[in-house]
């Protein structure tokens, strides 16, 4: 199976900041995406992270709020940017390998905005 | 419209008895469903997809096209079930959506 990691693993932040959370892949994984999962709801898709050019993203999500990197095949990151506490989610890093639909997880980031 | 709808928040039995999670799904094409579950402190995985048709850990589940259901059965339950399960369905494009969840509890 293919082995995501996620960090931080959880953070407090005051409303008005930004945080970066990171997320590296191995080599297996060629698609990379963007969970959030706010209290007791499901998972949502932000958007697919695209290497070497902009993000896609789903209805509801927007660059400015959502920034995305991925360098490189094996790299990305998110950004929340200027934070309320309704961005208090757990935000998960999710890819998938070559010519396969099951989904791998990261261990997610639970982020409390204050 | 997709969509993936688990009817209940909290499903709890006891040990031994059978367990049925719920799972109705709305697709236009020719769905692609898996179950996926959470074990406290660690991350989500895949428990089982319908293509395989397998047994894992004792759950199977069925695709009914009919009925747009993929519900998850466990004919006894065992105290290391307890975990949250997502029903997801793949919508191409390598996504997945999923619902909202099902937090087991297996009481001893």
């Known amino acids: 199976s293919a082995v995501i990691s996620q960090k931080p693993s959880r953070d407090i932040c005051q409303r008005g900041t930004s945080l970066t959370i990171q997320c590296q892949v191995d080599s297996q994984v060629t698609m990379m995406f963007w969970y959030r999962q706010q209290p007791g709801q499901s998972l949502t898709l932000i958007a697919t992270a695209n290497q070497g050019s902009e993000a896609t993203y789903e209805s509801g999500f927007v660059i400015d709020k959502f920034p995305i990197s991925r360098p490189n095949l094996t790299f990305s990151t998110l950004t929340v940017s200027n934070m309320s506490p309704e961005d208090s989610s757990i935000y998960l890093c999710?890819?998938?390998?070559?010519?396969?639909?099951?989904?791998?997880f990261g261990q997610g980031t639970r982020l409390t905005v204050v | 419209a997709q969509r993936v709808t688990q009817p209940e928040k909290l499903l709890s039995v006891f040990k031994g008895a059978p367990v049925e999670l719920k799972c109705n799904y709305s697709?236009?094409?020719?769905?692609?469903l898996f179950w996926y579950v959470q074990y406290s402190r660690q991350r989500l995985q895949l428990l089982l997809r319908?293509?395989s048709r397998e047994s894992i850990k004792g759950f199977t589940a069925d695709l009914n096209k009919g009925e747009t259901s993929f519900h998850l059965k466990k004919p006894f339950a065992q105290e290391e079930d307890s975990a949250m399960y997502y029903c997801?369905?793949?919508?191409?494009?390598?996504?997945?959506?999923f619902g909202a969840g099902t937090r087991l509890f297996v009481k001893a």
């Open positions: 697709y236009s094409g020719s769905p692609e």
């Open positions: 319908h293509i």
């Open positions: 999710s890819g998938t390998a070559r010519l396969n639909t099951e989904a791998f």
């Open positions: 997801a369905l793949y919508t191409g494009g390598f996504k997945t959506i």
